[in-house]
């Protein structure tokens, strides 16, 4: 199993950026992903999910109505769009499949003017 996030950067409070994680090893298109993000020192945070066809998706309070969460089955891709960003979600932000196995390197996402 292989995750491999990007799309991180240095953005400014109120900007967008959207995350990619492109997925190999299983088979994508059968398990649900998520999106986690951790800030040193403290515990990994579920952000979203999304089931494996991608029908159903649930944030965590922190991010509701900013970020959405959506998959492309057929580039074995999840993606993961933030408007409205604020300092509070600066993180390195990490995907997870259901499938289980390794994470990946994570993308750092710094919100800051």
């Known amino acids: 199993v292989q995750l491999v996030e990007s799309g991180g950067g240095l953005v400014q409070p109120g900007g967008s950026l959207r995350l990619s994680c492109e997925a190999s090893?299983?088979?994508?298109?059968?398990?649900?992903m998520s999106w986690y993000r951790q800030v040193p020192g403290k515990e990994r945070e579920l952000v979203a999910t999304v089931t494996s066809a991608g029908s159903r998706r649930n944030y965590a309070d922190s991010v509701k109505g900013r970020f959405t969460i959506f998959r492309d089955n057929a580039k074995n891709t999840v993606y993961l769009r933030m408007n409205s960003l604020k300092p509070e979600d600066t993180a390195v932000y990490y995907c997870e499949s259901d499938y289980g196995g390794a994470w990946g390197q994570g993308t750092q996402v710094t919100v800051s003017s």
């Open positions: 090893g299983f088979t994508f298109s059968s398990y649900g």
